[in-house]
Nanobody, 127 residues
Framework: QVQLVESGGGSVQAGGSLRLSCAAS????????MAWFRQVPGKEREWVAT????????FYADSVKGRFTISQDNAQNTLYLQMNSLKPEDTALYYC????????????????????WGQGTQVTVSS
C-alpha cells in the first residue's frame, strides 16, 4: 500500500520561505515521476511542479517558476518543495502526488496521471 505523507506547511508573511516534505512508502517498484499540486477551496486542483525521478528533470507552473524548487532524496524516499518569495496567492492546501509503480507520462502536470495523493499540508501567506 503506497502512502504519501506531507509535512512542513505553516503560516508566513509575504516574501518568506517554507520547505514542504513528502515521505513516500510502500513502493515495490520504481516510480518515474512525482509532483506537487495545490488547491484553494472552491477551485480546481492546480499543478505546481513535477520531477522525473530517473533524470532529475523538473518542470514548473509559470506562477511559481523562479521561486519554487522541487527536489528528491531517493535514499530517503522523500520529495521536497522549497518555496521562496512567497505571495498571498500561494495560499493553498499543498498535495504530494505519485503514480502507480512503473507508470510513465510525458506530460508534467495532469491530475489523471497520478494515482496516489497525500492528505495535504496547509500553506498560508499573509500580506
Amino acid at each position: 500500500q503506497v502512502q504519501l505523507v506531507e509535512s512542513g506547511g505553516g503560516s508566513v508573511q509575504a516574501g518568506g520561505s517554507l520547505r514542504l516534505s513528502c515521505a513516500a512508502s510502500g513502493y515495490t517498484y520504481r516510480r518515474y515521476y512525482m509532483a506537487w499540486f495545490r488547491q484553494v477551496p472552491g477551485k480546481e486542483r492546480e499543478w505546481v511542479a513535477t520531477i522525473y525521478t530517473s533524470t532529475g528533470s523538473t518542470f514548473y507552473a509559470d506562477s511559481v517558476k523562479g521561486r519554487f524548487t522541487i527536489s528528491q532524496d531517493n535514499a530517503q524516499n522523500t520529495l521536497y518543495l522549497q518555496m521562496n518569495s512567497l505571495k498571498p496567492e500561494d495560499t493553498a492546501l499543498y498535495y504530494c502526488a505519485a503514480p502507480e509503480a512503473g507508470r510513465r507520462t510525458v506530460v508534467a502536470g495532469r491530475v489523471v496521471d497520478f494515482d496516489y495523493w497525500g492528505q495535504g499540508t496547509q500553506v498560508t501567506v499573509s500580506s
